[in-house]
Nanobody, 123 residues
Framework: QVQLVESGGGLVQAGGSLRLSCAASGRTFSRYAMAWFRQAPGKEREFVAAVSRRDGSTYYPDSVKGRFTISRDNAKNAVYLQMNSLKPEDTAVYYC????????????????WGQGTQVTVSS
């Protein structure tokens, strides 16, 4: 099992940047594909970014490609999401997620979730 704790959310103006962190417990962090999802009020949970467990390949939807960067540090049991050029539509609760397997973009395929961190982008 793995436990996840996010941090780094907050209020930022449009065009600004934030860096989210996700700290994972356990000694087998490197076996998990890691991802970030977000959920705005009244909307479904949305895939934001993922990084593979083996070669560090990264995946993004078009909505954040070129603005967001996911990375992982297996030595520190951590995954990060650097968010640049933020827009008001990026406002949501951001969740870190893990699954024991390859990267997928469907939220229900992830077994472990953090509690979420709020990101608010003002216009």
């Amino acid at each position: 099992q793995v436990q996840l704790v996010e941090s780094g959310g907050g209020l930022v103006q449009a065009g600004g940047s934030l860096r989210l962190s996700c700290a994972a417990s356990g000694r087998t962090f490197s076996r998990y594909a890691m991802a970030w999802f977000r959920q705005a009020p009244g909307k479904e949970r949305e895939f934001v970014a993922a990084v593979s467990r083996r070669d560090g390949s990264t995946y993004y939807p078009d909505s954040v490609k070129g603005r967001f960067t996911i990375s992982r540090d297996n030595a520190k049991n951590a995954v990060y999401l650097q968010m640049n050029s933020l827009k008001p539509e990026d406002t949501a609760v951001y969740y870190c997620a893990a699954r024991d397997g390859v990267v997928v973009t469907l939220f229900h395929e992830y077994n472990y979730w953090g509690q979420g961190t709020q990101v608010t982008v003002s216009s």
